[in-house]
């Protein structure tokens, strides 16, 4: 039976050229059957794809003999399934079911910061940005430091409803667009002197966050190097990590272990959950907490659009 995976990595590199990047990425995914997101920027790649495991490692492989991708950063995780319901030449086994089609992009950034002219990047990686830390290093620090170590969420709010570490510090924000005028606006500059570890899905958004709030003076940042899901990896939920990782894919949550924390409450009877979907309103990109019994009931909107509807 054939085992689908999905595979999440990114790499800080200069491409000199990310347009030839982008053709050759694409005509290396659909020669696999894989599906998926990939951006491309003068700045390294960042993707997510999935398919049948033998040809996901493939595209892995292939991936790294490319000089700039050789110290690439991957991370693997259970996929939904394969559709087989369709003949795909390329795919004998069927493709993810976890991505509705293949993208592949040139954009001026990897990940939206907004602020492609203050990131630097070397063959070595992000220039400036916080000292990485391996989730054993993460709990020495800890041990080290106690309860002076700041965990700061470099996520959108929403994902932290359904899990993030103990304690952290969560920005309220709903697009990375807003951390550089966040950090700008002095919110928090009372952090500047504690020990600050940045972390999010992967461990990409830590590599451009850390190095934002570096140049603006933060004295002591961290970034947990491979995210939460190379944590989850490590210590499953015996350790610091509270509750579920939202994704951006079908599968909505990953879980690391057969008995998680619950931190999220349905938006409509406060029921415990981590089950999530889209506001109710179609015109609105919301993710909103919801049980499964008021999913089926049908779906509830956001306080924006509720309020909409109720006037």
Partial sequence: MAVSKVLLYYAFTPLADPDAIRLWQRDLCESLGLRGRILISTHGINGTVGGELSAVKKYLRKTRDYPAFKNLDAKWSEGSGLDSSQSYPQAPHGVSLDFPKLVVKVRDEIVSFGAPEELRVNEHGVVGGGTKLSPEQLHELVAHKGDDVVFFDGRNSFEAEIGK????????????????????????????????????????????????????????????????????????????????????????????????????????CAFATKNMQNCGEVSCRKQLVVCEGCAASGAPMCADHAGIIAD
């Fill in 165 to 268: 570490f103990a304690g952290a510090v969560v920005p309220d924000v709903s697009t990375t667009r807003e951390f550089a005028a966040l950090l700008d606006s002095g919110e928090y500059d009372h952090l500047k002197k504690k020990p600050v570890v940045t972390y999010c899905t992967g461990g990409i958004r830590c590599e451009v966050l850390s190095s934002l709030m570096t140049s603006r003076g933060f004295g002591e940042v961290y970034q947990l190097e491979g995210g939460i899901a190379r944590y989850g990896e490590k210590f499953g939920d015996s350790g610091l990590w509270e509750g579920s990782l939202y994704v951006f894919d079908k599968r909505i949550s990953l879980d690391f272990s057969a008995d998680p924390k619950v931190l999220g409450t349905c938006v409509s």
